[in-house]
Protein backbone atom coordinates (compact mmCIF):
# COMPACT_ATOMS: atom_id res chain seq x y z
CA UNK A 1 0.00 0.00 0.00
CA UNK A 2 1.77 3.51 -1.08
CA UNK A 3 1.02 6.97 -1.12
CA UNK A 4 0.18 7.14 -4.64
CA UNK A 5 -2.60 3.95 -3.97
CA UNK A 6 -3.94 5.73 -1.04
CA UNK A 7 -4.30 9.06 -3.12
CA UNK A 8 -6.03 7.39 -5.66
CA UNK A 9 -8.58 5.39 -3.37
CA UNK A 10 -9.36 8.00 -0.98
CA UNK A 11 -8.73 11.48 -2.78
CA UNK A 12 -10.44 10.92 -6.38
CA UNK A 13 -9.47 14.30 -6.96
CA UNK A 14 -5.98 13.94 -7.27
CA UNK A 15 -4.60 13.76 -10.69
CA UNK A 16 -3.28 10.39 -11.85
CA UNK A 17 0.07 9.90 -12.86
CA UNK A 18 1.08 10.28 -16.29
CA UNK A 19 0.85 6.89 -18.36
CA UNK A 20 4.30 5.09 -18.86
CA UNK A 21 5.93 5.15 -22.63
CA UNK A 22 5.27 1.97 -24.40
CA UNK A 23 8.05 0.08 -24.98
CA UNK A 24 9.91 -2.98 -24.62
CA UNK A 25 10.54 -3.81 -20.63
CA UNK A 26 12.25 -6.46 -19.14
CA UNK A 27 11.00 -7.90 -15.67
CA UNK A 28 13.27 -7.09 -12.94
CA UNK A 29 14.00 -11.05 -12.13
CA UNK A 30 13.70 -13.84 -14.05
CA UNK A 31 10.06 -16.20 -14.08
CA UNK A 32 9.96 -19.09 -11.88
CA UNK A 33 8.54 -21.34 -9.67
CA UNK A 34 8.50 -21.56 -5.78
CA UNK A 35 12.52 -23.61 -4.79
CA UNK A 36 10.24 -26.34 -3.36
CA UNK A 37 8.98 -27.58 -6.37
CA UNK A 38 12.06 -28.51 -7.59
CA UNK A 39 11.58 -32.36 -8.99
CA UNK A 40 8.22 -32.00 -7.92
CA UNK A 41 5.20 -34.12 -9.32
CA UNK A 42 2.08 -33.84 -11.03
CA UNK A 43 -0.72 -35.23 -11.03
CA UNK A 44 -1.95 -35.39 -14.40
CA UNK A 45 -0.24 -37.52 -17.55
CA UNK A 46 3.88 -36.23 -17.29
CA UNK A 47 3.44 -34.96 -21.04
CA UNK A 48 1.46 -32.31 -20.10
CA UNK A 49 2.62 -29.39 -20.30
CA UNK A 50 1.56 -25.57 -19.75
CA UNK A 51 1.10 -24.86 -23.19
CA UNK A 52 -2.33 -27.39 -23.12
CA UNK A 53 -4.20 -25.68 -20.49
CA UNK A 54 -7.59 -26.79 -21.39
CA UNK A 55 -9.83 -27.26 -17.42
CA UNK A 56 -9.65 -30.66 -17.72
CA UNK A 57 -6.00 -31.05 -18.89
CA UNK A 58 -3.94 -28.68 -16.69
CA UNK A 59 -1.54 -30.32 -14.58
CA UNK A 60 -1.48 -30.32 -10.58
CA UNK A 61 1.97 -29.89 -8.91
CA UNK A 62 2.82 -30.65 -5.59
CA UNK A 63 6.32 -31.09 -4.07
CA UNK A 64 8.15 -34.01 -4.73
CA UNK A 65 7.86 -37.36 -2.49
CA UNK A 66 10.27 -36.83 0.22
CA UNK A 67 10.73 -32.64 0.26
CA UNK A 68 9.29 -32.07 3.53
CA UNK A 69 7.41 -28.86 4.05
CA UNK A 70 7.33 -27.01 7.42
CA UNK A 71 4.96 -28.52 10.01
CA UNK A 72 4.58 -31.68 7.03
CA UNK A 73 2.07 -29.30 5.39
CA UNK A 74 0.84 -29.86 2.04
CA UNK A 75 1.14 -27.61 -1.44
CA UNK A 76 -0.73 -27.69 -4.55
CA UNK A 77 -0.56 -25.31 -7.57
CA UNK A 78 -2.52 -25.31 -10.98
CA UNK A 79 -2.00 -22.80 -13.44
CA UNK A 80 -4.78 -20.71 -14.94
CA UNK A 81 -6.66 -21.55 -18.43
CA UNK A 82 -4.69 -19.49 -20.66
CA UNK A 83 -5.70 -16.17 -18.85
CA UNK A 84 -1.97 -15.27 -18.86
CA UNK A 85 1.20 -16.63 -20.15
CA UNK A 86 2.57 -17.26 -16.82
CA UNK A 87 1.59 -18.81 -13.39
CA UNK A 88 1.15 -14.84 -11.60
CA UNK A 89 0.92 -17.02 -7.80
CA UNK A 90 3.63 -18.03 -5.84
CA UNK A 91 4.69 -19.41 -2.61
CA UNK A 92 7.46 -19.48 -0.19
CA UNK A 93 7.49 -21.49 3.14
CA UNK A 94 10.62 -22.00 5.57
CA UNK A 95 12.31 -21.84 9.09
CA UNK A 96 12.34 -17.95 10.32
CA UNK A 97 15.53 -17.99 12.24
CA UNK A 98 15.98 -14.96 15.09
CA UNK A 99 19.01 -13.79 16.02
CA UNK A 100 19.41 -11.95 19.29
CA UNK A 101 20.99 -8.34 19.55
CA UNK A 102 22.03 -6.09 22.51
CA UNK A 103 23.31 -2.75 22.59
CA UNK A 104 27.12 -2.10 22.42
CA UNK A 105 29.29 0.37 24.17
CA UNK A 106 27.79 3.37 22.00
CA UNK A 107 24.22 2.07 21.51
CA UNK A 108 24.27 0.73 18.66
CA UNK A 109 22.90 -2.65 17.47
CA UNK A 110 25.38 -5.12 17.70
CA UNK A 111 24.86 -8.99 16.77
CA UNK A 112 26.25 -11.16 19.55
CA UNK A 113 26.07 -14.12 17.89
CA UNK A 114 25.44 -15.88 14.93
CA UNK A 115 23.17 -18.94 16.65
CA UNK A 116 19.69 -18.81 16.55
CA UNK A 117 17.80 -17.28 19.78
CA UNK A 118 14.41 -17.33 18.52
CA UNK A 119 13.09 -19.73 15.97
CA UNK A 120 9.75 -19.95 13.90
CA UNK A 121 8.11 -20.95 10.67
CA UNK A 122 6.14 -18.91 8.15
CA UNK A 123 4.03 -20.01 4.79
CA UNK A 124 3.46 -17.19 2.25
CA UNK A 125 1.10 -16.93 -0.68
CA UNK A 126 0.97 -14.39 -3.32
CA UNK A 127 -1.06 -13.41 -6.20
CA UNK A 128 0.41 -11.57 -8.70
CA UNK A 129 -1.54 -8.65 -10.52
CA UNK A 130 -0.34 -7.11 -14.40
CA UNK A 131 2.29 -10.05 -14.60
CA UNK A 132 4.26 -12.21 -12.00
CA UNK A 133 7.20 -9.83 -11.59
CA UNK A 134 5.90 -8.08 -7.96
CA UNK A 135 5.23 -11.93 -6.93
CA UNK A 136 8.22 -13.00 -7.12
CA UNK A 137 9.80 -10.36 -5.62
CA UNK A 138 7.77 -10.48 -2.86
CA UNK A 139 8.46 -13.94 -2.45
CA UNK A 140 12.31 -13.62 -2.38
CA UNK A 141 11.71 -10.53 -0.35
CA UNK A 142 8.78 -10.94 2.34
CA UNK A 143 10.71 -13.21 4.72
CA UNK A 144 13.76 -11.43 4.95
CA UNK A 145 12.18 -8.00 5.69
CA UNK A 146 10.19 -9.92 8.61
CA UNK A 147 13.24 -11.55 9.72
CA UNK A 148 14.40 -8.13 10.26
CA UNK A 149 12.15 -6.34 11.57
CA UNK A 150 11.85 -9.20 14.09
CA UNK A 151 15.27 -9.64 15.28
CA UNK A 152 14.85 -5.30 15.64
CA UNK A 153 12.24 -5.90 18.80
CA UNK A 154 13.40 -9.53 19.72
CA UNK A 155 14.49 -7.93 23.05
CA UNK A 156 10.52 -6.53 23.93
CA UNK A 157 9.27 -10.16 22.50
CA UNK A 158 10.87 -12.01 25.42
CA UNK A 159 10.36 -9.64 28.12
CA UNK A 160 7.37 -10.32 30.49
CA UNK A 161 5.76 -7.08 29.10
CA UNK A 162 7.23 -5.17 26.35
CA UNK A 163 9.46 -2.57 28.10
CA UNK A 164 8.69 1.54 27.12
CA UNK A 165 12.41 1.75 26.11
CA UNK A 166 14.16 -0.97 24.37
CA UNK A 167 17.60 -1.28 26.24
CA UNK A 168 15.39 -1.34 29.54
CA UNK A 169 16.21 2.28 30.72
CA UNK A 170 13.37 3.86 32.81
CA UNK A 171 12.41 7.98 31.95
CA UNK A 172 9.76 8.00 33.42
CA UNK A 173 8.61 5.52 36.61
CA UNK A 174 5.10 5.01 35.39
CA UNK A 175 5.89 3.66 31.96
CA UNK A 176 5.26 0.09 32.88
CA UNK A 177 2.21 1.56 33.84
CA UNK A 178 1.53 3.60 30.64
CA UNK A 179 2.55 0.40 28.50
CA UNK A 180 -0.08 -1.92 30.21
CA UNK A 181 -2.93 1.03 29.98
CA UNK A 182 -1.93 0.99 26.29
CA UNK A 183 -2.53 -3.40 26.27
CA UNK A 184 0.33 -3.64 24.48
CA UNK A 185 1.79 -6.99 24.35
CA UNK A 186 4.93 -8.96 22.96
CA UNK A 187 2.47 -10.26 20.25
CA UNK A 188 1.69 -6.78 19.36
CA UNK A 189 5.13 -6.50 18.58
CA UNK A 190 5.03 -9.83 16.02
CA UNK A 191 1.89 -8.24 14.07
CA UNK A 192 4.01 -4.74 14.26
CA UNK A 193 6.92 -7.06 12.77
CA UNK A 194 4.63 -8.16 9.78
CA UNK A 195 2.98 -5.14 8.95
CA UNK A 196 6.49 -2.88 9.20
CA UNK A 197 7.70 -5.80 6.55
CA UNK A 198 4.76 -5.50 4.81
CA UNK A 199 5.28 -1.69 3.89
CA UNK A 200 9.16 -2.42 3.37
CA UNK A 201 8.89 -5.65 1.28
CA UNK A 202 5.87 -2.96 -0.78
CA UNK A 203 8.54 -0.43 -1.25
CA UNK A 204 11.57 -2.23 -2.07
CA UNK A 205 8.98 -4.37 -5.15
CA UNK A 206 8.02 -0.55 -5.90
CA UNK A 207 11.41 0.61 -6.52
CA UNK A 208 12.45 -2.78 -8.24
CA UNK A 209 9.60 -2.50 -11.16
CA UNK A 210 10.03 1.59 -11.44
CA UNK A 211 13.65 1.01 -12.76
CA UNK A 212 12.50 -1.90 -14.44
CA UNK A 213 9.79 0.13 -16.74
CA UNK A 214 7.37 -2.65 -14.86
CA UNK A 215 3.83 -1.87 -13.75
CA UNK A 216 1.98 -4.96 -11.72
CA UNK A 217 1.39 -5.63 -8.17
CA UNK A 218 0.63 -8.50 -5.56
CA UNK A 219 -1.66 -9.64 -2.81
CA UNK A 220 0.37 -11.18 0.51
CA UNK A 221 -1.19 -14.36 2.54
CA UNK A 222 0.99 -14.79 4.70
CA UNK A 223 1.16 -17.50 8.31
CA UNK A 224 3.65 -17.17 11.30
CA UNK A 225 4.22 -19.13 13.85
CA UNK A 226 6.23 -17.63 16.43
CA UNK A 227 6.25 -18.56 20.63
CA UNK A 228 3.40 -21.03 20.55
CA UNK A 229 1.06 -18.79 18.51
CA UNK A 230 0.41 -18.36 14.64
CA UNK A 231 -0.15 -14.76 13.02
CA UNK A 232 -2.15 -14.17 9.53
CA UNK A 233 -1.51 -11.30 8.23
CA UNK A 234 -3.45 -10.59 4.68
CA UNK A 235 -2.49 -8.04 2.19
CA UNK A 236 -5.38 -8.47 -0.67
CA UNK A 237 -8.27 -11.51 -1.66
CA UNK A 238 -6.52 -14.55 -1.02
CA UNK A 239 -7.84 -16.75 2.34
CA UNK A 240 -6.77 -18.42 5.46
CA UNK A 241 -9.32 -20.24 7.52
CA UNK A 242 -8.77 -22.71 10.36
CA UNK A 243 -11.08 -25.84 9.81
CA UNK A 244 -11.79 -28.25 12.89
CA UNK A 245 -14.06 -30.81 13.56
CA UNK A 246 -16.81 -28.37 14.89
CA UNK A 247 -15.63 -25.04 13.48
CA UNK A 248 -14.92 -23.31 10.84
CA UNK A 249 -12.70 -19.89 11.65
CA UNK A 250 -11.79 -17.42 9.00
CA UNK A 251 -8.29 -16.03 9.86
CA UNK A 252 -7.64 -13.33 7.01
CA UNK A 253 -9.39 -10.31 6.53
CA UNK A 254 -8.62 -7.50 3.45
CA UNK A 255 -5.74 -5.10 4.92
CA UNK A 256 -7.39 -1.50 4.12
CA UNK A 257 -6.40 1.52 6.47
CA UNK A 258 -10.11 1.14 7.78
CA UNK A 259 -9.67 2.54 11.36
CA UNK A 260 -10.06 6.34 12.37
CA UNK A 261 -6.28 6.29 13.42
CA UNK A 262 -4.79 4.53 11.03
CA UNK A 263 -6.92 7.14 8.25
CA UNK A 264 -5.48 9.79 9.71
CA UNK A 265 -2.43 9.03 10.01
CA UNK A 266 -2.14 8.22 6.39
CA UNK A 267 -3.28 11.97 5.64
CA UNK A 268 -0.49 12.62 7.75
CA UNK A 269 1.58 10.61 5.79
CA UNK A 270 0.60 12.02 2.46
CA UNK A 271 0.20 15.32 3.67
CA UNK A 272 2.33 16.31 5.92
CA UNK A 273 1.97 20.20 5.91
CA UNK A 274 -1.92 19.17 7.46
CA UNK A 275 0.73 18.95 10.65
CA UNK A 276 1.32 22.65 10.19
CA UNK A 277 4.97 22.07 12.40
CA UNK A 278 2.77 20.99 15.55
CA UNK A 279 1.68 17.66 15.68
CA UNK A 280 3.58 14.23 15.09
CA UNK A 281 1.82 11.81 13.54
CA UNK A 282 3.22 8.66 15.24
CA UNK A 283 1.50 7.29 18.49
CA UNK A 284 3.86 6.21 21.51
CA UNK A 285 2.25 4.69 24.86
CA UNK A 286 2.64 8.27 26.60
CA UNK A 287 3.56 11.79 25.46
CA UNK A 288 7.41 11.77 24.85
CA UNK A 289 9.75 14.11 27.36
CA UNK A 290 12.97 15.74 26.77
CA UNK A 291 14.40 12.52 28.04
CA UNK A 292 13.68 9.86 25.73
CA UNK A 293 15.87 11.68 23.20
CA UNK A 294 17.76 9.28 21.65
CA UNK A 295 16.34 5.92 23.22
CA UNK A 296 14.22 3.56 21.61
CA UNK A 297 10.81 3.50 22.70
CA UNK A 298 7.47 1.99 21.47
CA UNK A 299 5.64 3.61 18.62
CA UNK A 300 3.55 2.84 15.37
CA UNK A 301 2.53 4.41 12.42
CA UNK A 302 0.30 4.77 9.72
CA UNK A 303 0.44 1.14 8.28
CA UNK A 304 0.62 -0.43 11.52
CA UNK A 305 -1.86 -1.80 14.38
CA UNK A 306 0.95 -3.59 16.25
CA UNK A 307 3.85 -1.81 17.36
CA UNK A 308 7.74 -1.19 17.01
CA UNK A 309 10.26 0.08 18.72
CA UNK A 310 12.55 3.81 16.90
CA UNK A 311 14.90 6.12 18.50
CA UNK A 312 13.94 9.51 19.16
CA UNK A 313 14.27 12.48 17.38
CA UNK A 314 13.02 15.67 18.38
CA UNK A 315 10.36 16.28 16.24
CA UNK A 316 8.85 13.06 17.91
CA UNK A 317 8.16 15.20 21.00
CA UNK A 318 5.77 17.57 19.34
CA UNK A 319 1.81 16.76 20.52
CA UNK A 320 0.64 13.59 19.58
CA UNK A 321 -1.74 13.54 16.94
CA UNK A 322 -4.00 10.37 17.40
CA UNK A 323 -4.81 7.98 19.95
CA UNK A 324 -6.53 4.62 19.45
CA UNK A 325 -5.93 1.17 18.25
CA UNK A 326 -6.96 -1.23 15.47
CA UNK A 327 -5.83 -4.67 14.61
CA UNK A 328 -5.64 -6.37 11.17
CA UNK A 329 -3.34 -9.86 11.59
CA UNK A 330 -5.43 -12.42 13.37
CA UNK A 331 -3.32 -14.16 16.04
CA UNK A 332 -4.31 -17.88 16.83
CA UNK A 333 -3.33 -19.37 20.01
CA UNK A 334 -2.35 -22.90 18.70
CA UNK A 335 -1.15 -23.55 22.34
CA UNK A 336 -4.42 -22.64 23.83
CA UNK A 337 -6.18 -24.79 21.25
CA UNK A 338 -7.36 -28.57 22.15
CA UNK A 339 -5.84 -30.05 19.19
CA UNK A 340 -7.22 -33.11 17.46
CA UNK A 341 -5.42 -34.81 14.47
CA UNK A 342 -7.49 -33.21 12.03
CA UNK A 343 -7.19 -30.05 12.70
CA UNK A 344 -5.72 -27.38 9.96
CA UNK A 345 -5.26 -24.46 8.35
CA UNK A 346 -6.09 -23.87 4.98
CA UNK A 347 -4.52 -21.28 3.23
CA UNK A 348 -5.49 -20.52 -0.70
CA UNK A 349 -5.36 -17.63 -3.62
CA UNK A 350 -8.19 -16.47 -5.01
CA UNK A 351 -8.77 -18.83 -7.24
CA UNK A 352 -9.90 -21.60 -4.90
CA UNK A 353 -12.17 -19.12 -3.03
CA UNK A 354 -14.07 -18.27 -6.15
CA UNK A 355 -15.69 -21.55 -6.70
CA UNK A 356 -15.60 -22.62 -3.27
CA UNK A 357 -16.86 -21.41 0.18
CA UNK A 358 -15.74 -21.82 3.66
CA UNK A 359 -17.91 -24.36 4.40
CA UNK A 360 -17.38 -26.52 1.24
CA UNK A 361 -13.70 -26.59 1.85
CA UNK A 362 -14.14 -27.89 5.52
CA UNK A 363 -16.66 -30.35 4.12
CA UNK A 364 -13.79 -31.74 1.68
CA UNK A 365 -11.10 -31.68 4.88
CA UNK A 366 -13.52 -33.47 6.91
CA UNK A 367 -14.18 -36.18 4.54
CA UNK A 368 -10.80 -36.69 3.43
CA UNK A 369 -8.64 -36.38 6.43
CA UNK A 370 -9.91 -38.87 9.15
CA UNK A 371 -10.06 -41.41 6.59
CA UNK A 372 -6.29 -41.10 5.92
CA UNK A 373 -4.60 -41.07 9.10
CA UNK A 374 -1.91 -43.37 8.54
CA UNK A 375 -0.94 -41.88 5.41
CA UNK A 376 2.09 -39.34 5.61
CA UNK A 377 1.23 -36.96 2.51
CA UNK A 378 -2.45 -37.00 3.12
CA UNK A 379 -1.52 -33.07 3.85
CA UNK A 380 -0.24 -32.87 0.04
CA UNK A 381 -3.16 -35.29 -1.34
CA UNK A 382 -5.50 -33.16 0.37
CA UNK A 383 -4.28 -30.50 -1.01
CA UNK A 384 -4.00 -31.28 -4.41
CA UNK A 385 -7.78 -32.80 -3.62
CA UNK A 386 -8.99 -28.90 -2.94
CA UNK A 387 -7.56 -28.07 -6.63
CA UNK A 388 -9.24 -31.09 -8.30
CA UNK A 389 -12.68 -30.13 -6.43
CA UNK A 390 -12.23 -26.11 -8.29
CA UNK A 391 -11.94 -27.96 -11.95
CA UNK A 392 -15.37 -29.25 -12.20
CA UNK A 393 -15.24 -32.98 -11.87
CA UNK A 394 -17.54 -35.28 -10.69
CA UNK A 395 -18.39 -35.99 -7.09
CA UNK A 396 -16.98 -32.44 -5.91
CA UNK A 397 -19.10 -29.62 -3.88
CA UNK A 398 -19.17 -26.97 -6.50
CA UNK A 399 -21.81 -26.50 -8.43
CA UNK A 400 -22.50 -28.08 -12.12
CA UNK A 401 -20.11 -26.88 -14.34
CA UNK A 402 -18.12 -24.15 -11.95
CA UNK A 403 -14.58 -23.90 -12.73
CA UNK A 404 -11.85 -21.98 -11.85
CA UNK A 405 -10.11 -20.40 -15.09
CA UNK A 406 -7.33 -18.72 -12.40
CA UNK A 407 -4.19 -19.49 -11.21
CA UNK A 408 -4.60 -21.29 -7.85
CA UNK A 409 -2.50 -22.21 -5.10
CA UNK A 410 -2.83 -23.82 -1.85
CA UNK A 411 -1.19 -24.29 1.53
CA UNK A 412 -2.85 -26.86 3.89
CA UNK A 413 -1.07 -26.59 7.26
CA UNK A 414 -1.75 -29.26 10.39
CA UNK A 415 -1.79 -27.97 13.76
CA UNK A 416 -1.85 -31.30 15.79
CA UNK A 417 1.73 -31.55 17.87
CA UNK A 418 2.58 -27.93 17.04
CA UNK A 419 0.68 -26.38 20.08
CA UNK A 420 3.63 -27.85 22.22
CA UNK A 421 6.79 -25.90 19.83
CA UNK A 422 9.10 -24.80 21.43
CA UNK A 423 9.91 -21.15 21.79
CA UNK A 424 13.43 -20.75 21.62
CA UNK A 425 16.52 -22.44 22.13
Known amino acids: MSAGWFRRRFLPGEPLPAPRPSGPRASPVPYRRPRFLRGSSSSSSPGAADASRRPDSRPVRSPARGRTLPWNAGYAEIINAEKSEFNEDQAACGKLCIRRCGFGAEEEWLTLCSEEFLTGHYWALFDGHGGPAAAILAANTLHSCLRRQ ?74 VSLQGKLYVANAGDSRAILVRKDEIRPLSFEFTPETERQRIQQLAFVYPELLAGEFTRLEFPRRLKGDDLGQKVLFRDHHMSGWSYKRVEKSDLKYPLIHGQGRQVTVLDVGQLELQEDDVVVMATDGLWDVLSNEQVAWLVRSFLPGNQEDPYRFLKLAQMLIHSTQGKEGTPTEEGQVSYDDVSVFVIPLHSQGQESSGH
Open 150 to 223: LEAVVEGLVATQPPMHLNGCCICSSDPQFVEEKGIRAEDLVIGALESAFQECDEVIGRELEASGQVGGCTALVA
